[in-house]
């Protein structure tokens, strides 16, 4: 072979392995979605580095990028997102909604004991069969103080009265993995619809004004445990970029 072709082949062989280097396969980091804190926290033990490992938490979750140096492939990634308890779950379904008096009934009959914790779901369930026999609601609600009210009624052979709790207490916990360490106090408020004609039957709504600082609150809680159980990594407050794409 001539000496100049020599040099052309070289310079294919040189350009061929430049258009091969722009296209070489990036492999791709692997995701990991968790179902429970502890779980997080034991796969940051195993997977992760205090020096590498960084994790950032918002409204609504955790990411992790497990080795931030990592630069020729796409990160490792871990999820997890935080999740209602089922006790909360139920009384959210009947939140900031007119239900009659049957639902709220039966709802509050298939309470665990001592989840209302101001007063008994007995005697509140007493207090509602009350105005089942109700024809007609007289005048306005009797407030006693800021926790409670007395309604007085019509039934078919004389008058009578039920007094409701307008703040309720429930004790329960907040997020799922809640159940043996932290449960949270939530004040509901109870709102009664006068019925409008003969025909009709008290409604009843619940509340929750303070749910968001409830929700906040919870979210602390979960983010100490998880920095007393990661003692020296990095965890910072906000949503990482590279996760969320």
């Given at each position: 072979?001539?000496?100049?072709?020599?040099n052309?082949?070289?310079?294919?062989?040189?350009k061929?392995?430049?258009?091969?280097?722009?296209?070489?396969?990036?492999?791709?980091?692997?995701?990991?979605?968790?179902?429970?804190?502890s779980?997080?926290?034991?796969?940051?033990k195993?997977?992760?580095?205090?020096?590498k490992?960084?994790?950032?938490y918002?409204?609504?979750?955790?990411?992790?990028?497990?080795?931030?140096?990592?630069?020729?492939?796409t990160?490792?990634?871990?999820f997890?997102?935080?999740?209602?308890?089922?006790?909360?779950?139920?009384?959210?379904?009947?939140?900031?909604?007119?239900?009659?008096?049957?639902?709220?009934?039966?709802?509050?009959?298939h309470?665990?004991?001592?989840?209302?914790?101001?007063?008994?779901?007995?005697?509140?369930?007493?207090?509602?069969?009350?105005?089942?026999?109700?024809?007609?609601?007289?005048?306005?609600y009797?407030?006693?103080?800021?926790?409670?009210?007395?309604?007085?009624?019509?039934?078919?052979?004389?008058?009578g009265?039920?007094t409701?709790?307008?703040?309720?207490?429930?004790r329960?916990?907040?997020?799922?993995?809640?159940?043996?360490?932290?449960?949270?106090?939530?004040?509901?408020?109870?709102?009664?619809?006068?019925?409008?004609?003969?025909?009709?039957?008290?409604?009843?709504?619940?509340?929750?004004?303070?749910?968001?600082?409830?929700?906040?609150e919870?979210?602390?809680?979960?983010?100490?445990?998880?920095?007393?159980?990661?003692s020296g990594y990095l965890?910072l407050a906000g949503a990482?970029?590279?996760?969320r794409?």
């Amino acid at each position: 072979m001539t000496e100049k072709k020599s040099n052309e082949m070289n310079n294919i062989e040189k350009k061929h392995l430049t258009i091969m280097k722009g296209n070489v396969f990036q492999p791709k980091g692997t995701q990991y979605r968790v179902d429970s804190l502890s779980s997080l926290v034991d796969l940051v033990k195993a997977k992760g580095d205090p020096q590498k490992t960084v994790l950032f938490y918002y409204e609504s979750g955790i990411d992790v990028v497990l080795d931030d140096t990592i630069e020729y492939r796409t990160k490792d990634l871990a999820f997890f997102s935080f999740r209602l308890s089922p006790e909360l779950e139920e009384w959210n379904a009947l939140m900031n909604r007119w239900v009659t008096q049957k639902i709220l009934i039966d709802f509050l009959t298939h309470r665990e004991p001592r989840e209302l914790t101001l007063v008994d779901e007995v005697s509140l369930i007493n207090q509602l069969e009350k105005l089942k026999l109700a024809t007609t609601i007289v005048g306005d609600y009797q407030y006693h103080d800021r926790n409670n009210f007395t309604v007085m009624f019509k039934v078919e052979d004389g008058e009578g009265s039920a007094t409701l709790p307008s703040v309720i207490e429930v004790r329960i916990p907040f997020f799922l993995e809640n159940k043996d360490n932290f449960s949270k106090t939530i004040e509901i408020e109870l709102e009664l619809s006068k019925p409008r004609s003969a025909d009709e039957k008290p409604q009843f709504k619940m509340t929750c004004p303070k749910y968001s600082r409830y929700y906040r609150e919870a979210v602390e809680n979960e983010i100490s445990k998880l920095k007393q159980s990661l003692s020296g990594y990095l965890i910072l407050a906000g949503a990482n970029e590279i996760a969320r794409h």
